[in-house]
């Protein structure tokens, strides 16, 4: 198990002052079975007249905050102290065929209830025609979940380009299937367009992968990023039961576990990822988003993220 610090800084700098902001920010990371969270504070600056913390339908740590001083910059500086473990799969779900975890189409599977919404189109990973085909090239018939889904992983990674010119937070998956390039959040909108398109079910998750510096190179405080990957539904087999093996991997013993797949790595993820939040895509957990009131017409926005490893 590895502990890290977790400082995540969005400022906005308006040209005129703004008289009113709605916002809502999921900044604090989950407690999860192998992610448990050991500290958290969030600082709004100028302090808001309403803040209030809550959890949301997807059970993720959500913060609402209401402004309703003037002010020409706005400030959310949220520090996490967490504890990561790598998540723990059962071989005979990764082994079973894909076609297993459609809860649509096997709704008395247990758990099948609880996944099916993310069986769904989205907002945001919309079944472009393009990755409905692209999907079926690696949900082939009878295939084993976990080589099937790690395959489109791959397969994804070696195709498109990390590229953050290529699009804009309102791409959307028909663009990147189009440019073959983009950033982390449009890779989990394509994996999740291919999988939900043939079925299968699979939620957006963003948080924090903690990354390395180059090798005789010393870290740079604020220069790391969210991140965004993807998990997909395994479906139970019966042959893990009332023990901590299913919770392993983000869902009830007996309710199926969820396989996180980074396609912008391309790998599963282990102990250098910070669960924040999971929801159908990024529309339902993006780190800040609300409402202004100004006759501002220019705006800037900073954001500045850092992952420390702090010693046992």
């Not at 400022?11 to 407690?31: C, E, I, M, N, W």
């Not at 958290?40 to 001083?69: R, W």
């Not at 699009?167 to 990147?176: F, I, P, Q």
């Amino acid at each position: 198990m590895t502990r890290y610090r977790v400082w995540h800084r969005t400022a906005y700098t308006y040209g005129k002052p703004v008289q009113d902001s709605v916002g809502q920010f999921h900044l604090v990371p989950r407690d999860l079975p192998w992610q448990r969270l050991e500290a958290s504070a969030v600082v709004v600056d100028p302090v808001p007249g309403d803040l209030d913390a809550d959890t949301d339908y997807f059970g993720n740590a959500s913060t609402y905050f209401h402004l309703t001083d003037p002010h020409s910059e706005l400030t959310i500086t949220a520090s996490s102290e967490v504890d990561v473990d790598v998540p723990a799969y059962d071989p005979a779900a990764l082994a079973q065929p894909w076609e297993r975890a459609r809860p649509l189409a096997h709704p008395e599977t247990p758990g099948a209830w609880a996944a099916t919404e993310y069986a769904l189109e989205s907002a945001r990973a919309r079944h472009a025609p393009d990755a409905v085909a692209y999907g079926a090239e690696s949900l082939t018939p009878g295939r084993p979940l976990g080589e099937a889904v790690t395959d489109l992983m791959q397969r994804i990674f070696r195709d498109f380009d990390y590229d953050k010119t290529a699009t804009t937070v309102t791409s959307t998956v028909a663009d990147a299937m189009r440019a073959r390039a983009g950033v982390c959040q449009d890779f989990a909108h394509v994996a999740l367009a291919c999988l939900r398109s043939h079925g299968v079910a699979a939620r957006y998750v963003s948080g924090y992968l903690a990354t390395r510096p180059a090798p005789g190179k010393e870290r740079v405080f604020g220069a790391d990023a969210s991140h965004a990957w993807l998990s997909v539904w395994l479906p139970p087999t019966g042959e893990v039961t009332g023990d901590a093996a299913g919770e392993a991997a983000g869902g009830p013993a007996g309710e199926g576990q969820w396989l996180a797949i980074d396609p912008t790595n391309d790998q599963w993820a282990d102990d250098r990822y910070v669960t924040v939040a999971w929801g159908r895509d990024y529309g339902d957990v993006s780190p800040v988003k609300g409402i202004i009131f100004t006759k501002a017409k220019q705006s800037t926005l900073r954001v500045s993220v850092d992952v420390a490893p702090l010693a046992d």
